[in-house]
């Protein structure tokens, strides 16, 4: 047991900071947090000076244009990524979804045709999973793909899709067979967003800002070979992909949740409640609860690294972070007293809390919903019988 | 970055849960506890067999050792001993105590005695047993001799830390043994003709519970690591450890008396010894809000 960096990831880490003061803009941690989502300009950029610099795939094989380095480096990336509050990566899909699924699944061709673009940020990708009438429950998608020729005509609306206001492609879960079983008639094809019949509509959150979208498909025709897997494998495809999502989530909750704490305590100090021994109390909270994140997620990490399968204290991570981060977002609106109310410039660091508060809402349900989660727990990891 | 105990870390782990559960099966932990005595008097001689009690275990190796003999409510000083006592007597040889305001754990099952800043024979003092909760460690009375008796000793600084760390790691045992018991339990009682862990009100909350015991299980080996390591973050580790396992040892045995129903309200049933530990360790020496407020202090000053 041993928690300080290796020579090779300190050496990394080094590198890392004096690249990102670098490329930073002169005096930007000096500035207040951003509010709501990076604009697409400043995203593209910052995704293409993270590839020219080799921070873009750090754990992807060195064959497909990766740097090949274990999951520590990509931990140790979004630590010092998130202490400088630095922009999200505007292609979060396709590296952290859509790559890792089409390395596992894919043909020669797909590899070679997807994986370089998705390093580089050149393709953005998007997420067809959720439907209006299937959000936890991805085995009952009812949007449908049929064979005419040598194409799928795909017929639906999926929802809940970050970035598919400017996708390129998407990685969509689709009905093609639809006498067979729930999971077994599921199959998960590769999307070209500018095919005719792809719709996108922004869909505005509590927060008012669109951050996700709904697309329809209408008779969208996609090549045969568009397709991970055979026709059937969607459910198997589907869970490599989430399986993905959640490898590395903890370091990516970590981080958030070490900014907001930073915020917190900053807030604090300049509302004055850091003299006040209830809300002291409170922040410690927070910190403590920050600190059990991140060593629980290391704790998944090592036993990821040293037998490839993340451990069952990873199931923890996303449950925990998102409870604390709506207490967290709630407790520094509380701090800011009538101010709260303000949004926009006239706010509170342009109205920061307001938006991250609303905003932690949608912590609970996205990529997992606390119930869901709380039955993953219960069933997988307790082994306790299925409820209903 | 390593977040793993050694293989032999591991093994040693295995070995105290199988020892303690042939040795101390739960209805004989239940008789003992019922006991005058409250502990077991044969037992400090195999720990020593054992060499649970060497010079040469490191904090970390104690850290799977004290979780162990939570799990297990080890019947013997062992805990006061190692975690409390062995910084100021410089040993884990015999077994040994604190005196905090007259009163000390285990003061009637153990040979030495730390009262500030001497080390004294418990045979030279007058010693009283006083009814306790926790009945597996219970309280004395402790009368010291004359005021120049004992040996003179200075507390290492981070004696304290060591004791906080342990004890987070002996409520991590707590409440990984109230959470299987409690799991076992739900998956065999049946009510309205289904297994209660079928009931998502049930499964749900013995999630929670599976939640803040690994949470609490990270911060506990972190604190033993950084204290063992002379990490710079070492006391606000075992600040934030030490309340988080404390609280997630009273809810794992809260949220386990609740699922057990009736039956789990008894004295009968082993769980009540479980939560009086958990109890213990929350009221000693600084409750969970102290910690936190020692936090505060290295987050925003006084």
């Known amino acids: 047991m041993d928690f300080r960096d290796t020579p090779d990831e300190a050496e990394f880490r080094a590198g890392l900071r004096a690249w990102l003061v670098e490329a930073l803009p002169p005096g930007w941690q000096q500035q207040p947090p951003h509010v709501g989502r990076w604009d697409e300009d400043t995203a593209r950029t910052w995704a293409r000076k993270l590839y020219d610099a080799g921070y873009s795939g750090i754990t992807w094989p060195k064959e497909y244009g990766g740097q090949g380095q274990p999951y520590t480096y990509q931990g140790i990336f979004l630590e010092e990524t998130a202490r400088v509050g630095a922009p999200d990566h505007i292609g979060v899909i396709g590296l952290g979804m859509a790559g890792p699924t089409i390395t596992a699944w894919g043909s020669q061709e797909q590899k070679q045709r997807y994986l370089a673009n998705i390093l580089s940020g050149e393709e953005i990708w998007c997420q067809g999973f959720s439907e209006p009438g299937s959000g936890s429950d991805l085995a009952g998608a009812r949007t449908s793909a049929v064979l005419d020729g040598d194409e799928w005509v795909v017929n639906g609306q999926k929802v809940w899709s970050s970035y598919a206001h400017i996708a390129d492609w998407c990685i969509l879960v689709v009905r093609t067979d639809p006498a067979a079983a729930k999971h077994a008639g599921l199959s998960y094809l590769l999307v070209d967003m500018k095919s005719p019949g792809v719709e996108v509509r922004p869909l505005r959150q509590i927060t008012g800002d669109p951050e996700f979208n709904e697309i329809w498909f209408t008779d969208v025709r996609v090549p045969r070979e568009s397709m991970l897997g055979q026709p059937g494998d969607g459910w198997k495809v589907a869970m490599t992909t989430l399986l993905h999502e959640r490898g590395t989530l903890g370091f990516a909750l970590t981080a958030a949740l070490e900014r907001a704490v930073n915020r917190l305590i900053t807030t604090a100090k300049e509302t004055g409640a850091d003299s006040d021994p209830v809300q002291r109390d409170r922040i410690a909270r927070h910190w403590v609860e920050l600190q059990a994140l991140r060593y629980t997620n290391y704790r998944s990490l090592t036993t990821l690294v040293k037998t490839g399968v993340p451990g069952p204290e990873g199931s923890v991570a996303k449950l925990h972070w998102s409870e604390s981060n709506q207490r967290l977002t709630k407790l520094a609106q509380e701090l800011l007293g009538e101010r709260a109310m303000l949004s926009g410039a006239g706010g509170y660091w342009d109205g920061y809390w307001a938006y991250q508060q609303l905003r932690s809402r949608g912590n609970t349900i996205e990529a997992g919903t606390s119930e869901i989660l709380r039955g993953i727990v219960a069933e997988r990891v307790l082994g306790l019988p299925k409820s209903r | ?302």
């Open chain 2, 1 to 302: 970055m390593d977040f793993a105990f050694s293989e032999e870390q591991q093994m040693l782990r295995a070995s105290a849960r199988d020892w303690l559960a042939d040795r101390y099966p739960l209805d004989r932990v239940a008789a003992i506890s019922d006991g005058d005595l409250g502990y077991d008097p044969d037992a400090w001689a195999e720990l020593t067999k054992l060499g649970w009690l060497d010079e040469s275990l490191e904090l970390t190796d104690l850290a799977v050792l004290c979780e162990e003999a939570g799990y297990g409510l080890l019947p013997a000083p062992f805990v006061t001993t190692v975690a409390l006592a062995a910084p100021a007597v410089g040993s884990a040889e015999r077994p040994a105590s604190v005196v905090h305001d007259g009163l000390a754990p285990d003061g009637a099952a153990v040979e030495l005695l730390v009262a500030g800043a001497r080390v004294v024979e418990a045979s030279a003092c007058t010693i009283t047993a006083v009814d306790s909760v926790d009945r597996l460690r219970r309280y004395a009375r402790v009368e010291l001799p004359e005021a120049d008796a004992g040996e003179s000793v200075t507390s290492t600084p981070d004696a304290q830390l060591r004791a906080g760390a342990l004890l987070a790691c002996e409520a991590v045992g707590v409440t990984q043994r109230a959470l299987d018991l409690t799991v076992a339990y739900v998956k065999q009682r049946e009510q309205f003709g289904r297994v209660i862990g079928s009931y998502q009100a049930i499964a749900h909350r013995v999630s929670d519970v599976y939640v803040q015991l690994e949470l609490a299980r990270s911060l506990a080996y972190w604190a033993a690591w950084s204290v063992e390591a002379g990490d710079p973050q070492a006391e606000v580790a075992v600040a934030a450890a030490r309340s988080a396992a404390g609280e997630a040892a009273l809810f794992g045995c809260e949220a386990a008396i609740q699922s057990h129903g009736g039956i789990g309200f008894t004295w009968e049933h082993p769980l009540h010894r479980f939560y009086k530990r958990a109890q213990w360790i929350s009221s000693w020496s600084g409750s969970a809000t102290s910690q936190r407020a020692q936090i505060a202090t290295a987050l925003f000053g006084d």
